[in-house]
């Protein structure tokens, strides 16, 4: 007679260890990242969303997991970050990207909390630019950066320059017939 096979839920709870502070300490395969690996199949998938939904339901479209364990004031975060193995449903909870980054301590919620730039400008309104791959940048600083590497070309080639600046200043006169 073959061997029962056992449900997700008994698979999920016969590979974790309670710790005192409530966690459910995942004791499965740990990613590079941090997070626990759970294989249903032929597929993978993060651990503690495999908690979340068994126990709990689903996660809402469009929201993700937060560690609700993890506090940046006790943790440094990163890849070694225990809560990022704690599959406890009580510690998980959906939030949008935005409010879980900055719960973080890495560096997008460092860059996601600043208000001004590192020359102290302010990073809002219209001194704000929001990069194709996300970055938030100083248009102030953007320009006079801009200015400066502009600077560097002309005193590399002086003379070239000024040739450059003599063309763009010479214009052909229309004949007026």
């Known amino acids: 007679m073959p061997a029962k096979k056992r449900t997700v839920r008994e698979r999920l709870l016969s590979n974790l260890r309670i710790l005192p502070n409530g ?16 294989g249903i199949g032929t597929k993978h998938f993060l651990v503690h969303r495999v908690s979340y939904e068994e ?12 560690h609700k364990c993890h506090t940046p004031e006790e943790c440094p975060g990163g ?29 997008s919620a460092q860059q996601a909390r600043q208000t001004e730039c ?29 200015r400066a590497s502009n600077q560097a070309k002309w005193w590399a080639n002086p003379e070239a320059a000024r040739e450059k600046e003599r063309q763009r200043v010479r214009r052909p006169v229309l004949s007026q017939e």
């Not at 004791?27 to 941090?34: E, H, R, V, Y």
């Open 55 to 66: 126990f709990v339901g689903p996660i809402p479209e469009g929201l993700t997991l937060d």
């Open 79 to 107: 890849k070694t970050c225990p809560h990022r193995r704690c599959i406890n449903p009580e510690h998980l909870g959906p939030e949008n990207n935005r409010d879980n980054i900055l719960r973080g301590c890495g560096p």
């Open 118 to 146: 590192k020359n102290g400008h302010p990073l809002e309104g219209e001194n704000l630019k929001i990069t194709p791959s996300g970055k938030r940048r100083c248009r102030e600083c953007l320009r006079a950066y801009k």
């Open 23 to 38: 966690c459910w300490e995942w004791l499965g395969f740990i990613m590079p990242n941090g997070y626990g690996q759970f």
